[in-house]
């Protein structure tokens, strides 16, 4: 009997979409993108830029089977993801399978239930090829822009490396974001000011004084000043403050929030909302709306008004629905409405919220991480559809010497609004209390303090900070943001990391009756923690690719270059002529560069700083024209070095071991060690064997294919892993059979777990597509 098939990208949605969609429809997933471009030479750019798409090798076994599948079915439906990236995988899978673009059916959803994917398959639309040739675009600058500047960096900055170096037509604009940043840092060392805080009323409360000294003398001169000085009271008017709500969650809205809360990475952020999607509790976390569904909205307010009361719902429903897209009403309607699809950034999307509100949790088999993510997610979603919170403030003024006023400004909760989700303070007591004072009074202080503080110091950026300006200037998309920023971190370009700050002197100021004490002590300003500071191999590059193609890489360019890529998808623009125009721009201004030399920095006649394959390196010359390389520390200035201000001792790092590192993977470092039966990388607890052949060196990619499994110690094989679990957890193809490998960090051996009972209770190969919640409940009962 035929089927309806229902294709999709990930293996995860299949069985619970198909119970949803009920009997008659079966439902594959492609696993992403079938084909891909290879190189350069994919491209004929002699004609209209026309490209040549490759399968993609690991993908002929999913392949084989999408193809008996589409040949039993009745009817195909197209189901990728609502995005450039889902939109084109759709259009592949029609080109490999002999689909028709302008009939088949491609429906639409972005949260996987029940009454979406229902609706979904009432309202069918076809394939939008304006947002195919946006996606094509895109695929083909990025080639242009990598193959043809990244072979310039290995030209002209490393030696003996083709791999380490990369240019990137995003990528580099976020590098170059973390560097201008530091320029300004460089540039910015701060201003030693003194804070000066009085400490007034019986209950000692600290009243901060508005002015900051800028010198020793002219705190001490105020403290001096303020022994015989009549401090008067007074408080202002209550004045009523409104506390909006939290906008809902875009892409860029929640990778900040999840940062600066949970400490999560973007790329976290966004691997761990992918589970919640696919497991029906999100929807759809590519977006950059700040709507919900009207649907949505009813059933938050009942929730709201149930849990809360009438009076904590938002009051403008218009706020939280008005949206820019229109519906899909049918197929006949489909080629109209692919036209209004707005898909500059995503907004036919709602914004990222549960699919249903009433759940405040997720079950513990999701995950750990998944659960905290879900909750953030939750709470901002409730707190979005609540009625502002309500406050009084008030002021009290405290009159100071030298014409300076000290202040404290506190508030009372009238009504909390969206800030009950949370918890508030019911009740100020300070609030109270202020206004219990009488006003004109005389009031001593307790105790005055005036201690060194830095001001205009500025900061690096975290990854929160640095999504939201790749956000504010048009670099990429909500989508690429993660990847991007991961991207400069695997590079060594940029590394998350501890900044030291200075140890400054500081002479300190504590003022008791008449009695002015001077506390001499050292503090360290400017201590930072998991910040983005750019290293010296990123600096090399970014000053590169700045003096050569400042153009390409200028933020205004970008975000042209995004803008253009909108019109594409909206039908406005050729995709080709985009990919012309960088082509040619990237032509002109790499003819001068036969000219430029390979970098290097020559220290001293027998000592030249340049980059190696592993990163900076001493070339070290010596007798009979032998060289020998030395390591250099991490934390060198650029700058300095290029000026001479650098002995050689400080440059060179220590070492008493042979180990090299590679490079980082998953945030651990991956080092290349030396041992008694030859080298070997040490990855976690893992000690994997490498054989060197000749003079060949490892670098970091072949160490990740060793890591992955992918490659033995003598060459690339064939994966042996079949499906990844989580970091610790894979299902991989073994002599005797498919098994679980099993291995948490503490452990110093691995668990091989048999799949015998997981297929007897689910079916043959149902561990390759199943929830993979299924599998973490199956392995705490059988692990």
């Not at 300003?525 to 010296?536: A, D, I, S, T």
């Not at 470092?669 to 490498?690: A, D, F, H, P, W």
């Not at 957890?729 to 098994?739: C, L, N, P, V």
Request: glycine share 6%; hydrophobic share 35%; net charge positive.
């Amino acid at each position: 009997m035929a089927y309806s098939l229902v294709i999709v990208e990930s293996p995860a949605k299949c069985k619970k979409i198909e119970d949803y969609l009920g009997p008659g429809y079966r439902c594959i997933a492609s696993f992403g993108h079938l084909r891909a471009l290879k190189n350069l030479k994919s491209i004929d750019m002699a004609n209209e830029f026309n490209p040549t798409f490759h399968l993609v090798e690991n993908k002929s076994q999913q392949i084989s089977k999408l193809r008996k599948a589409i040949q039993g079915a009745g009817e195909i439906i197209l189901a990728a993801d609502d995005d450039r990236e889902g939109e084109a995988i759709a259009w592949h899978i029609c080109q490999i399978f002999n689909l028709p673009v302008t009939t088949t059916k491609r429906i639409i959803f972005h949260e996987v239930t029940k009454t979406a994917l229902q609706k979904a398959i009432t309202q069918p639309t076809i394939l939008n090829m304006d947002i195919v040739h946006a996606q094509q675009a895109r695929q083909i600058l990025d080639l242009i822009v990598g193959f043809t500047l990244s072979p310039i960096l290995w030209d002209k900055i490393s030696y003996k490396t083709k791999t380490g170096l990369s240019a990137g037509r995003c990528q580099t604009p976020a590098l170059r974001l973390v560097y201008d940043n530091q320029k300004e840092i460089d540039a910015s060392p701060g201003k030693k000011v003194y804070q000066t805080t009085g400490y007034f009323t019986a209950k000692n409360v600290p009243f901060a004084l508005q002015y900051n000294h800028d010198s020793e003398d002219s705190a001490s001169e105020f403290l001096e000043n303020s022994v015989e000085f009549e401090h008067v009271y007074s408080c202002g008017k209550i004045r009523p403050t409104t506390k909006q709500p939290p906008s809902p969650f875009t892409t860029s809205t929640l990778q900040q929030m999840a940062s600066n809360e949970l400490h999560f990475s973007p790329k976290d952020t966004m691997r761990l909302c992918q589970t919640l999607y696919e497991g029906g509790y999100i929807t759809y976390m590519r977006t950059d709306s700040k709507t919900y569904s009207k649907d949505f909205v009813a059933t938050a307010l009942d929730y709201i008004g149930k849990t809360y009361g009438g009076d904590y719902e938002c009051g403008n429903i218009n706020i939280l629905t008005e949206r820019n897209t229109k519906d899909k009403k049918s197929q006949g309607k489909a080629k109209a409405n692919a036209k209004d699809k707005e898909v500059s950034a995503q907004e036919a999307h709602e914004a990222i919220r549960p699919t249903n509100v009433c759940n405040k949790v997720v079950p513990d088999a999701v995950g750990k991480r998944e659960m905290r993510l879900y909750a953030l997610i939750w709470r901002n979603t409730v707190e979005s559809c609540m009625a502002s919170a309500k406050y009084s403030g008030v002021t009290a003024s405290i009159t100071a010497a030298n014409n300076n006023e000290y202040r404290h400004s506190t508030e009372q909760v009238v009504f909390p609004g969206w800030k009950a989700v949370a918890g508030f303070e019911e009740v100020n007591a300070l609030f109270n209390y202020f206004q219990t004072l009488k006003k004109g009074a005389i009031i001593n202080y307790k105790k005055v303090t005036a201690k060194v503080s830095m001001k205009e110091l500025k900061t690096h950026y975290t990854e929160a900070k640095l999504v939201q300006l790749l956000e504010q200037k048009g670099i990429g998309r909500p989508s690429t943001f993660s990847s991007l920023i991961d991207k400069i971190q695997e590079r060594n370009y940029v590394k998350k990391m501890n900044v030291e700050g200075k140890n400054i002197k500081c002479v300190d100021f504590e003022l008791e009756g008449d009695e002015l004490s001077e506390i001499e002590t050292e503090r360290v300003f400017g201590n930072e923690k998991n910040k983005l500071v750019v290293r010296p191999l990123g600096t090399i590059v970014v000053e590169f690719l700045i003096k050569h193609f400042n153009q390409l890489f200028q933020y205004e360019y970008t975000k042209q270059m995004e803008d253009d890529l909108d019109n594409i998808a909206k039908g406005n623009k050729v995709w080709h002529t985009l990919c012309e125009k960088c082509n040619d721009e990237i032509a002109e201004l790499s003819k001068d560069l036969v000219k430029v030399d390979k970098l290097k920095i020559v220290l001293d006649d027998k000592h030249t700083y340049m980059i190696g394959k592993f990163g900076p390196i001493i070339k070290c010359s010596e007798e009979g024209g032998k060289s020998t390389f030395k390591r250099v520390c991490e934390d060198i200035d650029i700058d300095k070095l290029r000026r001479g201000e650098y002995a050689l001792e400080e440059i060179i790092a220590k070492s008493t071991n042979k180990d090299i590192v590679l490079g980082e993977y998953k945030k651990t470092e991956i080092v290349l060690k030396e041992g008694k039966y030859g080298k070997y990388i040490r990855y976690k607890t893992r000690n994997i064997s490498v054989v060197v052949e000749g003079d060949t060196e490892i670098t970091l990619d072949d160490a990740i294919k060793l890591i992955e499994g992918n490659s033995s110690g003598r060459g690339a094989k064939k994966s042996s892993i079949i499906r990844t679990i989580d970091d610790q957890t894979s299902i991989r193809k073994g002599k005797f059979g498919d098994y679980v490998f099993y291995k948490k960090p503490e452990w110093t051996k691995t668990k091989f777990i048999k799949l015998f009972s997981f297929v007897k209770e689910n079916g043959k190969d149902s561990y390759k597509t199943c929830d993979v919640r299924k599998l973490k409940t199956w392995l705490k009962n059988n692990a």
